[in-house]
Nanobody, 124 residues
Framework: QVQLVESGGGLVQPGGSLRLSCVASGFTARYFAIGWFRQVPGKEREGVSCISGNSRTDNTDAVKGRFTISRDNTKNTVYLQMNSLKPEDTAVYYC??????????????????WGQGTQVTVSS
């Protein structure tokens, strides 16, 4: 079955860290760009980070310097390491596959396979 499954969300205090995982199955993730998105109720889904098939990474301004995206091709998994978390990082986080090798857009319609999401809550 072709799917993406996220895990690693939870409740963390401001300034804390979490690592999200996105496990791909049914396809070889290293041939595709994989992105992380987040969404809060009532708002549009927002791109966070993206990693190309050659492991070149991109981060949006909102998370630059705090979040790091990486991949482990032996595990067919993409990670999002989130440090210095802020309350405004609270959201459901999704990983998604783009039908291409390189990251080029954070437009959600540019991704063809989505995980179910994992909740991240940053609160004291």
């Amino acid at each position: 079955q072709v799917q993406l499954v996220e895990s690693g969300g939870g409740l963390v205090q401001p300034g804390g860290s979490l690592r999200l995982s996105c496990v791909a199955s049914g396809f070889t993730a290293r041939y595709f760009a994989i992105g992380w998105f987040r969404q809060v109720p009532g708002k549009e889904r927002e791109g966070v980070s993206c990693i190309s098939g050659n492991s070149r990474t991109d981060n949006t301004d909102a998370v630059k310097g705090r979040f790091t995206i990486s991949r482990d091709n032996t595990k067919n998994t993409v990670y999002l390491q989130m440090n210095s978390l802020k309350p405004e990082d609270t959201a459901v986080y999704y990983c998604a596959r783009a039908p291409r090798y390189y990251c080029s857009t954070y437009t959600p319609s540019g991704f063809d396979l989505w995980g179910q999401g994992t909740q991240v809550t940053v609160s004291s």
